[in-house]
Nanobody
């Protein structure tokens, strides 16, 4: 099992930036990938970005391409989400999630961190 703790959320004005962190502990060495998801009030949770733990392609939702960057520091078992040019519609609770095996469901989730973008 992998435990995840997000941090870095907050309140920012439109056009600003935030960097979210997801610190992982547990069996990350045997996991496949980590992703960020978000859920806005009244909406379903949606995929934001993902990155394999041991190299490979990153993936982004169309709504964040060119503005968000996912990266990792394997030495610290931490994944980051750099969010630039933030928009009010990016307001949501952001969650990181771990995927043990490629093609399977994400099976470990953090508690979430709130991101609020004011107009």
């Amino acid at each position: 099992q992998v435990q995840l703790v997000e941090s870095g959320g907050g309140l920012v004005q439109a056009g600003g930036s935030l960097r979210l962190s997801c610190a992982a502990s547990g069996r990350t060495s045997s996991s496949y990938a980590l992703a960020w998801f978000r859920q806005a009030p009244g909406k379903e949770r949606e995929f934001v970005a993902s990155i394999p733990w041991s190299g490979g392609n990153t993936y982004y939702a169309d709504s964040v391409k060119g503005r968000f960057t996912i990266s990792r520091d394997n030495a610290k078992n931490t994944v980051f989400l750099q969010m630039n040019s933030l928009k009010p519609e990016d307001t949501a609770v952001y969650y990181c999630a771990n995927q043990r095996l490629m093609g399977t469901q994400y099976d470990s989730w953090g508690q979430g961190t709130q991101v609020t973008v004011s107009s």
